[in-house]
């Protein structure tokens, strides 16, 4: 069974940096795309960036653009997204998704991000 578990979140001051990382099982974590979106209270759920399966390709959304940066590790079968320069307007439940095959679309129980002086 598909199961997507995140780390990292927490509260940071503005400026200040965070590491989330997603520890993905059940599938086979190297053949597929893996996702990072978030979700702030009163908003609509954000795509923040994605990752192709082997980690060449990444995108961006323009509000994370030389800010964040989406990586992995196909040994350790997790995702990461290295957040730095953060902002208030980044406070959000961030949430790991995968799609790996036709038709499933997994998430992780999310992490909070809290960015506040």
């Known amino acids: 069974q598909v199961q997507l578990v995140e780390s990292g979140g927490g509260l940071v001051q503005p400026g200040g940096s965070l590491r989330l990382s997603c520890a993905a099982s059940?599938?086979?974590?190297?053949?597929?795309?893996m996702r990072w979106y978030r979700h702030a209270p009163g908003k609509e759920r954000e795509l923040v960036a994605t990752?192709?399966?082997?980690?060449?390709?990444?995108t961006y959304a323009d509000f994370v653009k030389g800010r964040f940066t989406i990586s992995r590790d196909n040994a350790k079968k997790t995702v990461y997204l290295q957040m730095n320069s953060l902002k208030p307007e980044d406070t959000a439940v961030y949430y790991c998704n995968t799609r790996p095959w036709v038709g499933a679309n997994y998430w992780g129980q999310g992490t909070q991000v809290t960015v506040s002086s």
């Open positions: 059940g599938f086979t974590f190297s053949s597929y795309s």
């Open positions: 990752i192709n399966n082997s980690g060449v390709i990444t």
